[in-house]
């Protein structure tokens, strides 16, 4: 989803402020948050593709407005309803809340089909040095294509072998495992010219989001080039 | 900033929290000394003492280095250190030419068997929106500032690898025994947004 989570390139949120001698945690809840979640997820309460899509069904304002362990505590609350481990009214009756200030539970939705049964080691379809394109993909539910880098070219720099699809595997439409690439992208193709010419950005990207360079838009009214 | 330190449900995430804990207790689906083991580990034996441990071993050992380049999860779990957010580790070296930066726009993605759990400002929404877009002014906030002939490389970790930046070895540490060398190497090294400062010659 087109999620506030999705922070990369966004501008207005000022300076990295650092804090000294920082703490492991700030609050005994944080400790008790963290392990709860650890603890949960260990169990198998909800996956892990599961648990970030609720954090970031958060609603944009509020996701905002909390801290890193609050956005923890409101996903954490949504998955227990949603999997009718507790109530709300339970969960508000517990910590003296009316039943209407606990989370609501927004129902997940995806816009990717199940895959049904996939081979457990599909082939790869790229290799180290071709170039490919991030795919412009707005999937109305969880992804981990950034926002940022949709529509740019890059290369593929390392096949990381085959790992769950979250797309799929967050809205329990099967794991669709597939192999993952360490993709590099100019920092200039990503963020216009103003970036500097050497940097890069490598973001490890799942093969759905990707296409190769020849079959993009912008290969139409260019020759296609392959690294080899 | 982000707000990490109000509440913005006009309720305390201390009762909150404590409320659920108490529920979930009561159905068995966790256990309070479970969550206090899980607690220690992270307060106290888990955090970047670990990483500066993999990366003296790094500096002094060629043979550890080739490994840790090749295979880090692997070469980390020589060192015993392994564990959530540390099945898939990859360790990315800084030279005179490339500087490493590590960052998770998405969520907070971060390698906790060998750097514990992140700070504040690494889940902060400066940091995951600034440091792809524009890490040399990230840099300059935290002091550094990089040459224009140096490459910066910044890594997203938009998947479940985690990454270790190995820092360039400081001048003036060649006497140095690993010991040594472990206090030298800091979190923010390790992640990026600092290089591992040289040590003054003795007098």
């Known amino acids: 989803m087109n999620g506030v989570h999705d922070m990369g390139g966004m501008h207005g949120f000022g300076a990295v402020a650092r804090e000294a001698n920082e703490p492991v945690f700030h609050a005994d809840w944080e400790k008790r948050m963290f392990a709860l979640v650890s603890s949960l997820l260990g169990r198998g309460l909800a996956n892990i593709d599961e648990f970030r899509h609720a954090i970031e069904r958060i609603p944009p304002a509020r996701y905002l407005a909390s801290s890193y362990y609050e956005r923890w505590l409101e996903a954490v609350e949504t998955l227990l309803v949603e999997k009718a481990v507790l109530t709300r009214d339970q969960l508000a009756q517990a910590s003296g809340r009316a039943c209407g200030d606990v989370a609501p539970a927004t129902s997940p939705r995806a816009d990717v089909a199940s895959p049904g049964d996939s081979p457990s080691k599909p082939r790869a379809r790229f290799r180290a040095g071709d170039r490919v394109r991030a795919r412009n993909l707005n999937r109305i539910g969880h992804t981990r294509l950034p926002r940022y880098v949709r529509g740019s070219r890059g290369v593929i720099i390392r096949d990381w072998g085959v790992f769950v699809f979250p797309d799929t595997n967050a809205h329990r439409l099967g794991a669709k495992p597939q192999h993952v690439y360490s993709v590099a992208f100019a920092a200039r193709e990503v963020w216009g010219k103003n970036a500097h010419p050497r940097d890069k950005v490598l973001i490890d990207l799942w093969e759905d989001y990707l296409e190769a360079e020849r079959d993009s838009r912008m290969s139409a009214t260019r020759p296609a080039r392959r690294s080899r | ?203």
Request: charged content about 25%; proline content about 7%.
């Open chain 2, 1 to 203: 900033m982000s707000g990490d330190h109000h509440d913005a449900f006009g309720q305390g995430p201390a009762l909150r929290v404590k409320a659920l804990e108490a529920l979930l207790t009561e159905k068995g689906l966790v256990n309070p000394q479970a969550l206090d083991a899980i607690v220690d580990t992270y307060e106290n034996r888990v955090g970047p003492r670990n990483g500066a441990r993999v990366v003296a071993r790094a500096w002094v050992d060629p043979e550890f280095r080739k490994r840790l380049l090749e295979n880090a999860t692997a070469a980390i779990g020589e060192l015993g250190y392994g564990g959530p957010e540390g099945g898939h580790l990859v360790a990315v070296e800084n030279t005179a030419r490339v500087h490493n930066l590590i960052v998770c726009t998405l969520c907070s993605c971060y390698p906790w068997p060998v750097l514990g759990l992140p700070p504040v400002w690494y889940k902060s929404f400066a940091y995951r929106s600034r440091a792809v877009s524009e890490p040399r002014a990230v840099l300059r906030e935290f002091g550094l500032e990089l040459a224009g002939d140096v490459a910066i490389v910044v890594w997203d970790s938009s998947a479940e690898i985690r990454y270790i930046v190995i820092p360039e070895r400081p001048p003036g540490t060649d006497a140095m025994s690993e010991d040594e060398l472990v206090q030298l190497v800091t979190r923010d090294a390790m992640v990026g947004v600092a290089k591992v400062n040289p040590v003054a010659r003795p007098r």
